[in-house]
């Protein structure tokens, strides 16, 4: 919506945007009714409307873009009607060896005109080939610069501390380019910028120009990319002081002189034609001279394509030759900084894929991945069997490099757990970091303390046990019960002769709901939950919807843990990343005990399958407690079975241990289905 002053018309720089838009669509002058009726959505205009008229005249007369034609016998106001045109339009038939061109480039802090500002402006002026002029300036953009531009230009803070601001230099610039055609390599980009930096003081910017990646695609049909780089290259133009205002608009020069050069021996010899041929198809061929405005401005189709400035992403700061070489194969990739140091470890399920993500990961969003882009100098691939093999050498190795930018896994020391001293006569439920061999039982790990908390205080809730640390009878004086007790919530064994026997059985309906086994107790507080919203309690209900959702968290996590630990016993059997072979995986409590990589046929699986099956024989039993050293492999096995759930590539086993005849179906239910039907690898 156009935007408009306290009497409803709109203001200045939309109308001459508009009225550029149409003189440029039409291709010839404009008759002003015509202008009235398009720009104010007047009809009747010109003659019968005296005020849209001088509104009009007023407004295209202060623009340096418009120009008014005088036809016909004088009107109303004492002047003659008026055709309205574009001042461009007196150079078109001008030779292109009698134009002046000014090639233009910026440095930016990005790519938004308004949040970001310009750092540095150059300007080439020239003629027939010969470079008339230069303009060059930094600039003080009045804000910080992002890290990565600073890389990328090498225009550092302490250069521009001392810089003019754009309102300094601004008229100079609009002096220097004055009565030249504009030139640049996505000119749209550069003018955009420009164009704001002269709204801010209130200058008109010139809008149109002619763009070396529009003209690339049409006179070299040889190349594929258009890149001023490439396009240097491919014109054998050699490039100097990149990414710096001049030294790009300097190339940029060199390239336009040659691309003239090209558009001569098409028979392409005025600035009209010329912008005419910017406008027509790419494979376009034909005499220029009998192209109209209007069948140019059917062809202008990748006109969009130079004026999309890409943000700035990855590929700035990282080799690309580095691409050439990662393999399409699951493993994990170290980055490293410029001493060595592995300041990252990440995993994937196809090598190239993921590391061909960094280089067009936009820049500017987070400082963390601006930083590790910024500081990578090497990149390390190892190449694995499985994706799963990936998930479980990245945890190990964070834990063992301890990378900076590696957190989530890296603070495994930290998780908290829930500790029940089974050991004690009336073991109380609470919260520990600490994991020993003493006989207790441990839940866990969890996310945070919040959420160890918050389950504590749902045990407590939901569980008459006790809280206090107090010394209990008989090694103590018996003593007063507290208010838990008077509530219901706790038999109170500090005052005695409490059965240890019945306190057992709530502990042991405290363990199993944090082994996620008590599916009853939640169907218990559903009833409740609703029974209080239909007695209108609803204070209660709350609650007690509260305290599902806390039971359904810690039930999610526990499944995981506590599950793995005293169940997941079996084989994963996954294609390799070597063609036919398959990767064999035994998971004993919840843990990777083996993995091994077999051909695949009959004999060596089965073979495998048996020696694998021995080694979990020999394990005995599940250890009653998870160290933490074990907490991540057990979770990222945990969920990586949750997630493939539905995954026939699963086989359990437990009487398989003891049984020959259990191993033997085993071993042909497996072979049944890998050798029957080879697995493909998941999709994630």
């Keep these: 919506m156009a935007q408009v002053d306290e009497n409803g018309v709109p203001q ?44 009009l005249r007023q407004t295209l007369r202060g ?21 309205w045109g574009l001042t461009a339009w007196k150079r078109t038939q001008l030779a292109l060896e009698e134009v002046e061109f000014v090639v233009v480039d910026t440095e930016t802090t990005g790519l938004r005109p308004g949040p970001d500002r310009v750092i540095e402006v150059a300007g080439v002026r020239m003629r027939n080939g010969e470079i008339l002029d230069t303009f060059q300036s930094l600039v003080h953009p009045e804000r910080r610069i992002p890290p990565f531009i600073v890389r990328f230009t090498g225009i550092s803070p302490e250069m521009l501390a001392d810089a003019p601001k754009a309102r300094d230099i601004m008229p100079d ?68 002081n990149r990414h710096r205002a001049l030294g790009d608009a300097q190339v940029t020069a060199d390239v336009f002189a040659r691309l003239l050069e090209r558009a001569k021996i098409q028979e392409i010899h005025t600035l009209g034609h010329l912008r ?43 080799n690309p030759a580095w691409r050439r070489n990662f393999p399409e194969k699951p493993g994990v990739y170290l980055m490293r900084d410029e001493h060595g140091q592995v300041i990252y470890v990440g995993k994937a399920k196809c090598l190239k894929d993921r590391l061909g993500s960094y280089y067009s990961q936009p820049l500017g969003y987070t400082r963390k991945m601006d930083g590790l882009l910024q500081n990578v100098r090497e990149i390390e691939t190892r190449v694995l069997g499985s994706e799963l093999e990936a998930l479980l050498v990245e945890s190990r190795l964070i834990k063992e490099l301890q990378p900076m930018y590696n957190v989530q896994l890296r ?42 908390d918050a389950t504590i205080e749902l ?24 208010l838990r007790h008077h509530l219901g919530r706790c038999p109170a064994p500090c005052r005695g002769g ?36 239909q007695q209108l309690n609803f204070e209660r209900a709350a609650w007690l919807r509260d305290a599902l959702r806390s ?119 497996i072979w049944q289905h890998i050798g029957a039907e080879p697995l493909l690898p998941l999709e994630e």
């Excluded at 873009?65 to 008026?82: C, K, N, T, Y």
């Excluded at 006179?219 to 240097?232: N, Q, S, T």
């Excluded at 059965?499 to 409740?528: M, N, P, S, T």
């Design 276 to 318: 005419l041929r910017q406008q027509l198809p790419v494979a376009w061929s034909g005499d220029i001279t009998q192209v109209d405005a209007k069948m140019a401005a059917r062809g202008r189709a990748d006109e969009k394509l130079s004026g999309v400035a890409t943000r700035p992403n990855g590929s700035l700061l990282l």
């Design 173 to 240: 610039f609009l002096r220097f380019i004055e009565g030249a055609t504009l030139v640049g390599h996505n000119l749209s980009f550069d003018v955009n910028f420009l164009t704001h930096e002269a709204q801010l003081l209130g200058l008109p910017f010139p809008v149109e120009g002619l763009d070396t990646i529009l003209l690339s695609r049409r006179l070299l049909p040889g190349l594929k990319r258009f890149k001023l780089d490439m396009v240097a290259q491919y014109l054998q133009i050699q490039t100097h």
């Design 12 to 55: 200045r720089g939309t109308l001459l945007r508009r009225a550029h838009e149409l003189l440029e669509q039409v291709g010839q002058p404009v008759v002003e009714e015509q202008l009235i009726e398009y720009l104010f959505g007047v009809t009747g205009g010109g003659n019968s409307n005296g005020f849209w008229t001088i509104l």
């Design 551 to 669: 039971a359904d968290e810690v039930l999610i996590g526990q499944q995981l843990i506590t599950g793995a630990v005293e169940a997941n016993n079996l084989f994963i059997v996954y294609p390799s990343s070597e063609l036919d072979h398959n990767e064999l995986f035994l998971v004993r409590h919840g843990r990777l005990i083996a993995q091994q990589r077999v051909a695949h046929n009959e004999p060596e699986t089965k073979l495998a399958l048996r020696a694998l099956l021995v080694q979990a024989r020999d394990l005995g039993r599940p250890p009653d407690i998870v160290g933490q050293a074990e907490v991540d492999q057990i979770n990222i096995i945990s969920r990586w079975i949750h997630h493939h759930s539905e995954d026939r590539a699963f086989f359990p086993f437990s009487s398989a241990l003891a049984s020959e005849e259990e191993q033997e179906a085993l071993f042909a239910q």
């Design 411 to 452: 603070n495994y020391e930290l998780y908290p757990f829930i500790k029940i001293d089974v050991q004690h006569a009336f073991p109380r439920v609470y919260a520990t970091r600490e994991i020993a061999a003493d006989g207790a039982r441990y839940f866990g790990p969890f996310r945070s303390r919040r959420v160890v």
């Design 498 to 533: 409490v059965d240890e026997d019945e306190y057992r059985k709530i502990i042991e309906q405290v363990c199993a709901f944090l082994g996620g086994e008590r599916e009853d107790l939640f169907d218990r507080l559903r009833r409740q939950m609703f029974e209080a919203a």
């Design 63 to 83: 623009s340096p873009l418009f120009e008014a034609l005088s036809v016909g016998d004088e009107d109303e106001m004492g002047g003659q009607e008026r055709l």
């Design 459 to 482: 045990m407590q809730k939901i569980f008459p046990v006790r809280t206090c640390t107090r010394s209990l009878p008989p090694a103590a004086k018996a003593s007063d019960p507290c």
